[in-house]
């Protein structure tokens, strides 16, 4: 019964280095996102997969890249991590974009 | 462009205490509207919606209206027990098959015993 599952859970990363946050979910669903949730700011869509091998940029997509590499799988990378890059990362998916949206229990990222 | 504002927390009450907190949003059109719900440690969980004017959702005696005249949408619950502590968010999506969900920046909800 897991869902939607992210890791790492915590990262610590320098500026310049690049990680990759993996996620997978098991419920067959088409349709894959990765949110970040700032302080203040509530929850930002950086990528959203419709459907396997597609994907599109959400609303900031400014120094990430995604591959939604098969239907279970949607990988967030970071290429050169910034401070501004510093939050907590959610991946979630949903059965089409009508369906409810399940969320994963988040990624604690912190660039120093 | 389409956004949400909620009340700002932390929010603090007595068990049994009534529970409002405060959503409206700008957007054109007919937006779906809904309340997410993140339990310490875990992610985000769906707690209720509503997709037309008028609707009422309603899930573990939490309940919001869809208001368009005021463009509201108030989460309510009677009488609240120490489990409901968590961080709740408000949201929206511009049409029923829009992919983007719109988030408020949440409300810290603590009850004590």
């Known amino acids: 019964n897991a869902g939607v599952t992210q890791t790492p859970k915590f990262q610590v990363l320098k500026t310049g280095q690049s990680m990759t946050l993996q996620c997978a979910q098991d419920?067959?669903?088409?349709?894959m996102y990765w949110y970040r949730q700032d302080p203040g700011m509530g929850l930002r869509l950086i990528y959203y997969?419709?459907?396997?091998?597609?994907?599109d940029k959400g609303e900031v997509p400014n120094g990430y890249n995604v591959s939604r590499l098969n239907k279970r799988e949607f990988s967030l990378r970071l290429e050169s991590a910034a401070p501004s890059q510093t939050s907590v990362y959610f991946c979630?998916?949903?059965?089409?974009?009508?369906?409810?949206?399940?969320f994963g229990e988040g990624s604690w990222l912190t660039v120093v | 462009g389409d956004s949400v504002t909620q009340m700002e927390g932390p929010v603090t009450l007595s068990e049994e205490a009534f529970l409002t907190i405060n959503c409206t949003y700008t957007?054109?059109?007919?937006?779906?509207l809904f309340w997410y719900v993140q339990y310490p440690g875990e992610g985000l969980q769906l707690l209720l919606k509503?997709?037309?004017?008028?609707d009422k959702g309603s899930n573990k005696g939490f309940e919001a209206t869809y208001r368009k005249e005021t463009t509201s949408f108030h989460l309510e619950k009677g009488s609240v027990q120490v489990s409901d502590s968590a961080v709740y968010f408000c949201?929206?999506?511009?049409?029923?098959?829009?992919?983007?969900?719109?988030f408020g920046a949440g409300t810290t909800v603590t009850v004590r015993a």
């Open positions: 979630a998916s949903s059965t089409d974009r009508e369906a409810t949206i399940y």
């Open positions: 419920m067959n669903h088409n349709s």
């Open positions: 997969s419709a459907s396997e091998g597609t994907t």
């Open positions: 957007a054109t059109g007919y937006p779906s």
């Open positions: 509503a997709t037309k004017a008028d």
């Open positions: 949201a929206l999506k511009k049409a029923a098959n829009d992919y983007k969900l719109s």
